[in-house]
Each structure stands twice: as C-alpha cells, then as structure tokens.
C-alpha cells in the first residue's frame, strides 16, 4: 500500500512540474534492439508434448518513423510506422521424435528459433516534460495501441533437424499461414530528448510492448505426415503434433533506441491572459 502511496504521489509531483515543452509538429526517425519473446506459459509446461522446453533470451531489431504533434505545452500525440523484426529461441529436451513414432528412443537434446517481419502502426499519447529557455533537456512519457501486421516469417530453424525425407514433402511449406495476419497490442515507453538547435533533437528511450491478441491461427490443418516442428510451438521438436486448444501466444518486447526528429516550421505559444474589465470609475 504505501509503495503504491509512494508511486502515484510522485506521479503527481511530476505532473504538477510539467512547465512549457516545445510546441509544434516533428517528423522522428528511431531505431535499436530490442528483447522479444512469444509468451506461452504452457509451452515450459510438462504436458505440452516436450518434456522440458526453456525460451531463451532472444534480441532483434526495430526501426521506424513517427510523426509528432506537441500541440499543448505538455501534451500531445503521435502515429507512425514501425519495422519490428519478432521472435523466439528455445532448447529443451524430448522423450523421443514424434516424427519418427519411435517410443523406444533415447530423450533427444534440440535447439530451435523462429523469426518473424511484422509492420506496425503506433498510436500514441505524449506528455511532455519542461523544456525551459536554455534548458536543453526534456522527457517525453508515451502510451497508446499498436497494430500490427505480420509481413513474413523469415526464419524456422531447429537442430536436430527433421529428416530430409519429410522435409523433402513439404519444400515450400507456407509457415506464415500458422499466424494471424493480424496484431495488437499496448505500448508505453519514456524517452529522454536533447536540443541540438532550434530545428533538431536527439533522443534515448526504452519502450514496452505486449500483445492483446492470440498470434497463432488455430485454424490451420495440419497434414498427418506434417514435420512436428512445423506445429505450435513452431521450431521445437515434440512427441507428437500440438493440441490447438492449448493457450494463447502472445509478444512481447522491450525495445532500447536511439533517436533523431526534426521541427517542422515554427509555433510559438502564448499563455492564455485573463481578461481585464473596463474602468467604470468610483460609484454615484
């Protein structure tokens, strides 16, 4: 209770702090890695058909560009588009290959990765920390939604791999029709600006993102003589294919960045000025 008295109360020290941000209209450009994960509890689960499966750290990258609209000393709100490279590493062990149906096989080590290209579109509100004359240091707290668009799955390794003769069934197995063509999810972040001049800024921030939606589409038939690995979760080796009844999967990321935005044309804001009544003079 009393860290929660101590948050929301410094919160409201820095709200009632917040003086003249820089007004106007920005075009951003940013970019940095970024932790990501595809969260499914019950994939390191015992029952999920791997008897022991761990995700790994996993780093990718994100680009993008914003446009920004401070268009109140502490507020305002930007929309742009993101390059969001997504994925998950795992390694676990597996009683036996459920590709092979060989029960009597030894527990099988493997290691695997999926990766994925999603476009997104953040949506985003913004209050603005001061930015007084001369001082050329401000912070920027951010939040809002974030579709997405799953562009392609690039990358579905695992080793072991599955034998060449499955493998040789399936040469152009279409992986991104395992995934939903559509995202979303939450985003907030803080960001750390710098003026350069009076047209440009540089930035440091952190942003965090997690998904609304199931990535996965649960529609999709498998072949029976389908590698395992090509089912959820996909990449990792199992007993047998997934049960698509299991839990939803969803991403998640923390993504450090860099940035540069430029001003464009000039706002210069004035502070609203109380009305002055006439002089009507002593009274008769």
Same mark, same amino acid.
């Given at each position: 209770? +009393?860290?929660?008295?101590?948050?929301?109360?410094?919160?409201?020290?820095?709200?009632?702090?917040?003086?003249?941000?820089?007004? %106007?209209?920005?075009?951003?450009?940013? %970019?940095?890695? +970024?932790?990501? +994960?595809?969260?499914?509890?019950?994939?390191?689960?015992?029952?999920?058909?791997?008897?022991?499966?761990?995700?790994?750290?996993?780093?990718?990258?994100?680009?993008?560009?914003?446009?920004?609209?401070?268009?109140?000393?502490?507020?305002?709100?930007?929309?742009?588009?993101?390059?969001?490279?997504?994925?998950? /590493?795992? #390694? %676990?062990?597996?009683?036996? #290959?459920?590709?092979?149906?060989?029960?009597?096989?030894?527990?099988?080590?493997?290691?695997? =990765?999926?990766?994925?290209?999603?476009?997104?579109?953040?949506?985003?509100?913004?209050?603005?920390?001061?930015?007084?004359?001369? #001082?050329?240091?401000?912070?920027?707290?951010?939040?809002?939604?974030?579709?997405?668009?799953?562009?392609?799955?690039?990358?579905?390794?695992?080793?072991?791999?599955?034998?060449?003769?499955?493998?040789?069934?399936?040469?152009?197995?279409?992986?991104?029709?395992?995934?939903?063509?559509?995202?979303?999810?939450?985003?907030?972040?803080?960001?750390?600006? @710098?003026?350069?001049?009076?047209?440009?800024?540089? %930035?440091?921030?952190?942003?965090?993102?997690?998904?609304?939606?199931?990535?996965?589409?649960?529609?999709?038939?498998?072949?029976?003589?389908?590698?395992?690995?090509?089912?959820?979760? @996909?990449?990792? /080796?199992?007993?047998?294919?997934?049960?698509?009844?299991?839990?939803?999967?969803?991403?998640?990321? @923390?993504?450090?960045?860099?940035?540069?935005?430029?001003? @464009?044309?000039?706002?210069?804001?004035? =502070?609203?000025?109380? =009305?002055?009544?006439?002089?009507?003079?002593?009274? +008769?």
């Amino acid at each position: 209770m +009393q860290f929660r008295l101590v948050i929301t109360f410094s919160f409201c020290i820095f709200l009632s702090n917040l003086a003249q941000a820089q007004l %106007g209209k920005y075009l951003e450009v940013w %970019g940095g890695p +970024q932790y990501t +994960q595809i969260l499914n509890f019950e994939d390191i689960s015992a029952d999920q058909r791997v008897n022991d499966l761990n995700r790994l750290n996993t780093y990718k990258f994100a680009i993008g560009a914003n446009y920004i609209h401070n268009y109140q000393p502490n507020f305002g709100y930007s929309f742009g588009i993101n390059y969001n490279k997504i994925g998950q /590493k795992y #390694d %676990g062990i597996t009683a036996y #290959d459920g590709n092979s149906f060989d029960t009597t096989s030894t527990s099988i080590f493997f290691k695997s =990765e999926i990766e994925m290209t999603y476009l997104k579109i953040p949506l985003l509100f913004r209050f603005n920390s001061a930015i007084e004359t001369g #001082d050329r240091v401000g912070m920027v707290i951010f939040a809002g939604l974030q579709p997405g668009f799953l562009m392609s799955v690039d990358k579905v390794i695992t080793s072991p791999a599955a034998p060449d003769s499955l493998l040789n069934r399936y040469p152009n197995y279409n992986f991104r029709g395992n995934f939903k063509k559509l995202d979303l999810s939450m985003m907030a972040g803080v960001q750390v600006n @710098v003026v350069l001049n009076s047209k440009f800024n540089v %930035g440091i921030g952190l942003k965090y993102e997690r998904g609304f939606i199931n990535i996965e589409n649960r529609k999709t038939a498998w072949e029976k003589d389908l590698p395992v690995e090509y089912t959820f979760p @996909v990449s990792t /080796k199992k007993i047998g294919k997934s049960d698509i009844t299991r839990q939803d999967s969803k991403i998640n990321s @923390v993504n450090a960045f860099l940035s540069i935005a430029y001003k @464009v044309g000039t706002v210069i804001y004035e =502070e609203p000025q109380d =009305e002055e009544l006439p002089d009507v003079g002593p009274p +008769q």
